[in-house]
């Protein structure tokens, strides 16, 4: 019921290209998904969140799609960059509770 | 800007010992989080803290587990013996308010030998 699943586990993107990493949840409870951007060594970082009452937010090369009907909701990353290369993790939480539940991870490699 | 930092970076123990992973959240905020993340895997919850006491705790955090605000500025874990299966990276988190973003630092890894 808490969990989150994640996919792909890996993911090879050239230069320039979209990179696309999703998630579903069971828990009808959670309001609000944040995805988190890790480098190696490092804590993970908020890059872009959502609350169901949107189906889309944009920031910046970051894109996050939800589908509130199929409990999913995905990460688009435009013009992917060498940089970009990192772990990414959706989570999920709800109002009122403060704890992340956080899917396995996708690792990105953006090859120049 | 405000960060969350935790020591040591690194920390090698031997199976049996305790030790204690240290953290200072942003000065503002109420609430106070460990995770764990075991080489390539997911991050894990282990415990939230509000208001001087857990408030929630995941099936991971046994007695073996305890944390502790000392001083109004650091949040401690400690793990009283530690085991071989503990070795992972324990990232401390913290948040202003239950509906705020989360901050996480830069993790401590610990290695059991």
Sequence with gaps: ?112 | EPEVTQTPSHQVTQMGQEVILRCVPISNHLYFYWYRQILGQKVEFLVSFYNNEISEKSEIFDDQFSVERPDGSNFTLKIRSTKLEDSAMYFCASRRGVNTEAFFGQGTRLTVV
């Excluded at chain 1, 990493?21 to 190696?40: L, M, S």
């Excluded at chain 1, 589908?67 to 435009?78: P, R």
């Excluded at chain 1, 013009?79 to 939480?93: L, M, N, R, W």
Aim: hydrophobic share 35%; glycine share 8%.
């Design chain 1, 1 to 112: 019921q808490q969990q989150v699943k994640q996919s792909p586990q890996s993911l090879i993107v050239q230069k320039g290209g979209i990179s696309i990493i999703n998630c579903a949840y069971e828990n009808t409870a959670f309001d609000y998904f944040p995805w988190y951007q890790q480098f190696p060594g490092k804590g993970p970082a908020l890059l872009i969140a959502i609350r169901p009452d949107v189906s889309e937010k944009k920031e910046g090369r970051f894109t996050i799609s939800f589908n509130k009907s199929a409990k999913q909701f995905s990460l688009h990353i435009m013009d992917s960059q060498p940089g970009d290369s990192a772990t990414y993790f959706c989570a999920a939480t709800y109002s009122g509770y403060s704890t992340l539940t956080f899917g396995k991870g996708t690792m990105l490699l953006v090859s120049p």
